[in-house]
Structures are given as C-alpha cells and as structure tokens.
C-alpha cells in the first residue's frame, strides 16, 4: 500500500512540475498560490517520508526470531568465507614458496649443465696441452726435476713422497739430468734397478 501511495505521488509531483515547466518556458503567468501549493505538497510529502524512516518498526517476536537466526546464518557463512580466505592465501605462499625453490634448483643445474659443458669443450685443448708438456719433458731431461737424499745415498726419486725418503731427514729437488751425472740411480720402488 506505502509503495502505491508513493507511486502516486511521484506522478503527481512530475504532473506539477511539468505544467509548472509549460508556463514558464511560455512566459505565462503562474499563480502563487499554485506553485504555494505544490511547493507545500512536495515539502509535506517528503516530511511524511523521513518521518516514516525514522519510526520504529514493532516487530513480533517470530519475526524477531526469524531476523535472528538469518543474522546468525550470515555470520557463519562469513566466518566460512574467512576461513577459505585464508586457506587460499596459504595455498597461494606455498605455491609461491616451490616455484621459487624450483627457479634456484634450476638455475643450479643450469650453472652445473654450463660448468660441464664448458669443460667438455675444454677437454681436448687441455689434452693436447697435456700431450705436448709431456713430450717436451720427455725431449728435455733437463725439464724433469727428481728427489735426492742430502745423507748416504744413490738413488733418486721421481716422488717426493716415495717410501724409500721416509728415513731421510733431508732431501733436495735437482733436474734429473744432474742426478744422473752425479751418479744417482731410479729408487727401485719407483721401477729402476
């Protein structure tokens, strides 16, 4: 009934300000005692409706229940809402947390992948590095440096660590060219005679 009271009232306002628009835009005159009038039915109208809103609504006490229980009702279904908030969030660092676990265990497997590959390439090269150092020491005696004891002894040693210096107290490093002509022989631990 309020709604059609309104509807009413909403029509009768656009007719008032429609005729009152008429008159103006054709220089007529319009009474005061009109425009009065729709004035004090627009003002008293929109008095009855502020003081409709503001009255207090008595409600029964199974219509006070029902309100309750959809309050409650809407209460836990927010407190659900949160709760799945928050377990997507969690979701969501975890899933932030791997993909960056996985970019750092990629990123070393990649540093691993480049490192090998780059010896692999290398690998040759120093081969042949390797190859021709040892032909040059094998050319050049005078390249090739071996142990001797500095107390009574005749062998010489390609290894500093050779058991046969273990009773040595002292020992010096010459080229193997000088042994030899010193006298010295191979330790025969280390292959000689």
């Known amino acids: 009934m309020f709604k059609f009271i309104i509807l009413i009232f909403i029509f009768v306002t656009s007719y ?4 009152t628009h008429q008159k103006f835009k054709l220089k007529q005159n319009i009474t005061i005692p009109a425009l009065i ?12 409706l502020i003081k409709k809103k503001n009255t207090p609504i008595n409600y029964t006490s199974s219509q006070l229940n ?5 309050y409650q009702k809407e209460s ?6 949160k709760q799945k908030l928050k377990q997507l969030i969690n979701q969501e660092k975890l899933a932030v947390a791997a993909k960056e676990k996985a970019e750092i ?8 992948y ?8 290398l690998a040759p090269q120093q081969q042949k590095q390797n190859t021709e150092n040892n032909n040059q020491n ?19 040693h390609y290894n500093s660590n050779c058991r046969g210096l273990n009773h040595v107290n002292s ?3 010459v080229p193997e060219k000088q042994a030899l002509a010193q006298g010295y022989k191979l330790c025969k631990l280390e292959g000689g005679e």
């Open 16 to 19: 008032f300000l429609y005729h």
């Open 66 to 70: 029902l309100i309750k229980s959809s």
């Open 171 to 173: 020992k010096m490093e």
């Open 138 to 156: 094998a050319q050049d005696p005078q390249s090739i440096t071996v142990w001797i004891a500095l107390t009574n002894s005749t062998n010489y």
């Open 105 to 112: 265990k990629y990123n070393e497997q990649k540093s691993q």
């Open 76 to 81: 836990k279904n927010n407190q659900r809402l």
């Open 37 to 48: 009038s729709g004035l004090l039915l627009i003002g008293g109208f929109t008095l009855g």
């Open 114 to 121: 480049e490192a090998k590959k780059e010896q692999d390439r």
